[in-house]
């Protein structure tokens, strides 16, 4: 391994890697946060996967979070094929499934606001925090989406 | 270019490649045609941005597909690191637009479906038609997810 490789932003074990992987904590924390406390979110399916997806998006990021502060405590070196392959997959596969969360909130929230007038005709509905929550998780995501594409590049210069 | 990279599946100018473009442009056609024939669609923001987007990726696959022909027919070579820069973009823009067309439209489809029983109480929908639309859509992305990564390995090898 090259000096070079562990400038990368987001490389595994860097300190860029763990301020991205705590942005991707903190947004879906606060998401989740953000649409449990939102009134009636349960009978909706797409708010419901919204929470499974951010659930799923916090554990993983908050994992490698942990692995990147051993690593830089410890000053072990992550960049092996085995363990950055996997990092590459489980990226990919959280970055995919947030970025369908996100979207199908925001069309369900949408059709709230603009099409059907749900929340005008409903106003127990939280319609500003299931929108809120939607704003994090696309943020959420897009710290995801740098990290897979940073992942995958280290991947193909190991 | 060796002889190898011509052979990867979707690479550009070849038969794959064609056949994965016609596949991207029939399902993207199909999706709109069913989504048009819909009624009621105009009303929900998330079914219309579902025609936008697939109408954008017909355009695209079908200049494709169309570029393809020609390479094959003139026997030309498309392997040129411009043009597969290009196409990277290209492909990989419109395969998120069309999975967030495609994510949205799931999202609102399945609310009407199971949350709000809108397809219940409001017969005059075409439940089916978005179901089948947002079906065929996944499906059109699927291909031009093939697309983006065979256009991306191919920039890669260059």
């Not at 860097?14 to 904590?25: D, H, I, P, V, Y």
């Not at 710290?143 to 210069?157: D, N, P, Q, R």
């Amino acid at each position: 391994m090259t000096e070079r490789m562990k400038d990368f932003l987001g490389s595994p074990g860097t300190w860029s890697g763990f301020a991205l992987r705590s942005a991707q904590c903190g947004f879906a924390a606060a998401s989740v946060a953000v649409m449990a406390s939102a009134n009636g979110f349960s009978n909706y399916t797409a708010f419901c996967y919204l929470i499974a997806s951010m659930g799923l998006q916090l554990l993983w990021s908050l994992g490698l979070a942990c692995l990147d502060i051993y690593a830089l405590r410890t000053k072990r070196d992550l960049h092996n094929p085995v363990l950055v392959s996997l990092f590459v997959v489980g990226d990919w596969v959280t970055a995919i499934l947030s970025f369908a969360a996100a979207c199908s909130s925001a069309g369900v929230a949408l059709l709230f606001e603009k099409d059907v007038h749900f929340c005008r005709t409903f106003p127990q509905l939280s319609c500003g925090r299931y929108a809120l929550s939607v704003l994090l998780a696309f943020m959420t995501w897009t710290f995801t989406a740098t990290s897979s594409v940073s992942m995958f590049w280290v991947l193909a210069s190991l």
